[in-house]
T-cell receptor, first 112, second 108 residues
């Protein structure tokens, strides 16, 4: 069966510090991978999606970036965090765009 | 702008009653529809998917789809306190679009 893991689960970072969130999918190959952000009490905002290694599409211009160095690995990064980057970050995957999306456990980021 | 709209709630339902959650979508090209449940502080988990007009039942849950009206609903029968959560509706054509969720509270 397929599983998705992301880490760290929680982190508190000062403004201006870098960020790296990692996500891996097991039990499948060539998945579509997604990064979403959910602000407190708000809906899901799609940040990035990837249909293959090195292929990244950005949905929202901001100080975040994403990379896919391996087929089942997706990384969310920032060089300098802003207070507005605080939120719940979710990695997700599916087989084909438009099909069921499965989410990782999520990462809580608080920028102070 | 393709959208999925949900009433944010909170929707308060007595234990044992039927909870009815509604959702509308704007993209007529949407072919797949999903309901996710999200407990506070946790990631969304899939409850049901529906692709054809009509009803689809799974245990205490029934999803209803009306493509002509661009309307999707989720009924939860015999509501339990453990059903208290935020329910996200999603519609998909070429990519999946999520609503902002309806907060459901089951009161004893």
């Amino acid at each position: 069966s397929q599983t998705i893991h992301q880490w760290p689960a929680t982190l508190v970072q000062p403004v201006g510090s870098p960020l790296s969130l990692e996500c891996t999918v097991e039990g499948t190959s060539n998945p579509n991978l997604y990064w979403y952000r959910q602000a407190a009490g708000r809906g899901l905002q799609l940040l990035f999606y990837s249909v293959g290694i090195g292929q990244i599409s950005s949905e929202v211009p901001q100080n975040l970036s994403a990379s896919r160095p391996q087929d089942r690995q997706f990384i969310l990064s920032s060089k300098k965090l802003l207070l507005s980057d605080s939120g719940f970050y979710l990695c997700a995957w599916d087989w084909n765009s438009g099909n069921t999306i499965y989410f990782g456990e999520g990462s809580w980021l608080t920028v102070v | 702008q393709k959208e999925v709209e949900q009433n944010s709630g909170p929707l308060s339902v007595p234990e044992g009653a039927i909870a009815s959650l509604n959702c509308t979508y704007s993209d007529r090209g949407s072919q797949s529809f999903f309901w996710y449940r999200q407990y506070s502080g946790k990631s969304p988990e899939l409850i049901m998917s529906i692709y054809s007009n009509g009803d689809k039942e799974d245990g205490r849950f029934t999803a209803q789809l009306n493509k002509a009206s661009q309307y999707v609903s989720l009924l939860i029968r015999d509501s339990q306190p453990s059903d208290s959560a935020t329910y996200l509706c999603a519609a998909s054509a070429s990519k999946i679009i999520f609503g902002s969720g309806t907060r459901l509270s089951i009161r004893p």
